[in-house]
Nanobody, 126 residues
Framework: QVQLVESGGGSVQAGGSLRLSCAAS????????ILWFRQAAGKEREAVAR????????AVANSMKGRFTISQDNTKNTVALQMNSLNSEDTAMYYC???????????????????WGQGTQVTVSS
């Protein structure tokens, strides 16, 4: 069954903002590490931000600190990624991911997560 569904992607001009949402099944959402990754054309998938839904603890990748924030909504089982001051280098497919064996955040590596959404495209034009 579908356990993670992303939404909110689109096209935006440089300097603009977008808010992505990841809707999780109740099982996947509860006390689990949920991350946002992104993958630009021809590049490796890279971690963007993560949240441990059990405590609300968050972290953002160093290269995106100050522009991106991650948050959770326990009433909707969703994790949001607020992206501000976007530039062309932020153009990518954005994915949320989690572990089927729910656990705290242990790694930033995409290899550590086996549940993935279908992705949502973000395109930033200059």
């Amino acid at each position: 069954q579908v356990q993670l569904v992303e939404s909110g992607g689109g096209s935006v001009q440089a300097g603009g903002s977008l808010r992505l949402s990841c809707a999780a099944s109740a099982y996947i959402y509860r006390a689990n590490c949920i991350l946002w990754f992104r993958q630009a054309a021809g590049k490796e998938r890279e971690a963007v931000a993560r949240v441990y839904t059990g405590s609300g603890g968050t972290a953002v990748a160093n290269s995106m600190k100050g522009r991106f924030t991650i948050s959770q909504d326990n009433t909707k089982n969703t994790v949001a990624l607020q992206m501000n001051s976007l530039n062309s280098e932020d153009t990518a497919m954005y994915y949320c991911a989690a572990k089927s064996a729910r656990n705290w955040c242990e790694t930033w590596s995409p290899a550590g997560y086996d549940v993935w959404g279908q992705g949502t495209q973000v395109t930033v034009s200059s």
